[in-house]
Each structure stands twice: as structure tokens, then as C-alpha cells.
T-cell receptor, first 109, second 116 residues
Framework: SQQGEEDPQALSIQEGENATMNCSYKTSINNLQWYRQNSGRGLVHLILIRSNEREKHSGRLRVTLDTSKKSSSLLITASRAADTASYFC?????????FGKGNQVVVIP | NAGVMQNPRHLVRRRGQEARLRCSPMKGHSHVYWYRQLPEEGLKFMVYLQKENIIDESGMPKERFSAEFPKEGPSILRIQQVVRGDSAAYFCASSPRASGYTDTQYFGPGTRLTVL
């Protein structure tokens, strides 16, 4: 079974709105990371949150982690058309990343 | 500092042929990871290598797939006798040391393999 599962899987919003996506996982983790993938491209690392952290900010990104619920959320504020992409959460452990299926986010100009 | 390089970016093979995918990690990185992404799916771990050593190949199919990371040169993912189900995007990532508590893996642009 996958360690990361994002919810919802597809999100369409207007430019300027906020986008929130969630991720749940099943096992204990060292950290959780979020990546962005533009269509047909590689993955770009966005942010890493450690298991002893609850919230982290990076620019327009805000990530939360609730280890008691084994869940994380990624919030993108004031979205832009360039934010259109797939977003994946990944848990780190055993020298590998375990990815969820991803959220497709479309930001309409 | 160039990022992770992968080539070719696109590879087309007929069933039964061999596919060789190359990955050059970031400068100073000695740990390489290969992942496979099927359409509409997330990435799935395949293998983790250090220079001249396979550390974890638990995600590799038991037949036809092999990987190496020689002392000199890029890491190679080799798929023998390809089948249509091998069509996917193959991503390489590298890290300066074992990805444990804090290290991030840096991904290449991927090789998109199409098997006809």
C-alpha cells in the first residue's frame, strides 16, 4: 500500500484563490516532503517538514503535519497560473521516498 | 552547479529490445535513486545505489531490470527485452548522503520510455 495519499486528487481554482491539498500516510516517518511536477517534467522539491515540526512556511506555501493523525496539508496562497501542476507528498524512510498519487491543481487566469 | 542530468529524455523501443537509461547525479552527490512513474500515478521506488554498490533493489522487478553506478561515469538503468508495460517515465534522484532525517533528493527531468 502507498505511504502517501493525497486528497482531493483534482482541484480547479481561480487565480488569486488559495489551494489546499491533503496527504495521509500509514507508517511512522522521519520527515514528509512536498514536490511539484509540471506536465511532462521532473519533480521540484517544495518543502520538507520534519516529524517534530507542526507547521512550516516557505513563501506562499504553508505545510502542516499532524503525526497523531498521520496527515499533512499543503496550502498555496494567492495562487498564480504558474502554480498549475501536480503536487505530490512523499514520506522519507528506509533510504527512499514513498509518493502518493498526486493532486492535479489547475489555476485559471 | 548543474542539476541531475538524465539522458535520453525520450526513448522509443520495440518490444524485445533493450533500453539503457543514464543518470548523472549532482556534483558531490554519491547516492542515486531510480523511480518509475506510470501515467496518472505517483513515483514508485525502484533501486538505491552508491558508487559501485547496490544498497536496496527491493523495488526492482526481478527479471529484465538491472542498475549500476560505476566508480566512473553515470548510473545506468538497463531494461532488457522490453515489453509494453515498461512504458513509463523513469526518474533519477541524487543526494549527498543517505536520505534519512533531513536530506532532500534532487530529481532529474526523467526519461520517457515508450515501447511500441
Amino acid at each position: 500500500s502507498q505511504q502517501g495519499e493525497e486528497d482531493p486528487q483534482a482541484l480547479s481554482i481561480q487565480e488569486g484563490e488559495n489551494a489546499t491539498m491533503n496527504c495521509s500516510y500509514k507508517t511512522s516517518i522521519n520527515n514528509l516532503q512536498w514536490y511539484r511536477q509540471n506536465s511532462g517534467r521532473g519533480l521540484v522539491h517544495l518543502i520538507l517538514i520534519r516529524s517534530n515540526e507542526r507547521e512550516k512556511h516557505s513563501g506562499r506555501l504553508r505545510v502542516t503535519l499532524d503525526t497523531s493523525k498521520k496527515s499533512s496539508s499543503l496550502l498555496i496562497t494567492a495562487s498564480r497560473a504558474a502554480d498549475t501542476a501536480s503536487y505530490f507528498c512523499a514520506t522519507s524512510g528506509n533510504n527512499r521516498l514513498a509518493f502518493g498519487k498526486g493532486n492535479q491543481v489547475v489555476v485559471i487566469p | 552547479n548543474a542539476g541531475v542530468m538524465q539522458n535520453p529524455r525520450h526513448l522509443v523501443r520495440r518490444r524485445g529490445q533493450e533500453a539503457r537509461l543514464r543518470c548523472s547525479p549532482m556534483k558531490g552527490h554519491s547516492h542515486v535513486y531510480w523511480y518509475r512513474q506510470l501515467p496518472e500515478e505517483g513515483l514508485k521506488f525502484m533501486v538505491y545505489l552508491q558508487k559501485e554498490n547496490i544498497i536496496d533493489e527491493s523495488g526492482m522487478p526481478k527479471e529484465r531490470f538491472s542498475a549500476e553506478f560505476p566508480k566512473e561515469g553515470p548510473s545506468i538503468l538497463r531494461i532488457q527485452q522490453v515489453v509494453r508495460g515498461d512504458s513509463a517515465a523513469y526518474f533519477c534522484a541524487s543526494s549527498p548522503r543517505a536520505s534519512g532525517y533531513t536530506d532532500t533528493q534532487y530529481f532529474g527531468p526523467g526519461t520517457r520510455l515508450t515501447v511500441l
